[in-house]
């Protein structure tokens, strides 16, 4: 089984960064794709990245191309989400998944954190 535990949300300002982490516990994800989804109010599941489990590979949504990236560090089962140039439109409950397939899809992921809260101010 694996827990996953995000921090480093918070409010901002239109511009600003902000680095997400996720910090994983009870397996090692190293073997695993992890990735990073958000949900806005009444809005479905949205793909932000992925990365493989060698950090050799990444996807990035289209609304976040360029302005977000995802790193991992699998020796300290943490996964990172550099988020620049934020928008009031990235505002949202971001999530950190892990799976084993690579895939834009949250069905492709079988282990999820409980969220942090993104808020982006105009």
């Known amino acids: 089984q694996v827990q996953l535990v995000e921090s480093g949300g918070g409010l901002v300002q239109a511009g600003d960064s902000l680095r997400l982490s996720c910090a994983a516990s009870?397996?090692?994800?190293?073997?695993?794709?992890m990735a990073w989804f958000r949900q806005a109010p009444e809005k479905e599941r949205e793909f932000v990245a992925a990365?493989?489990?060698?950090?050799?590979?990444?996807d990035y949504g289209d609304s976040v191309k360029g302005r977000f990236t995802i790193s991992r560090d699998n020796a300290k089962n943490t996964v990172y989400l550099q988020m620049n140039s934020l928008k009031p439109e990235d505002t949202a409950v971001y999530y950190c998944?892990?799976?084993?397939?690579?895939?834009?899809?949250?069905?492709?992921?079988?282990?999820w954190g409980q969220g942090t809260q993104v808020t982006v101010s105009s």
């Open positions: 998944a892990a799976g084993y397939r690579y895939s834009a899809l949250p069905r492709s992921y079988d282990h």
């Open positions: 990365i493989t489990w060698s950090g050799g590979g990444t």
């Open positions: 009870g397996r090692t994800v190293s073997m695993y794709t």
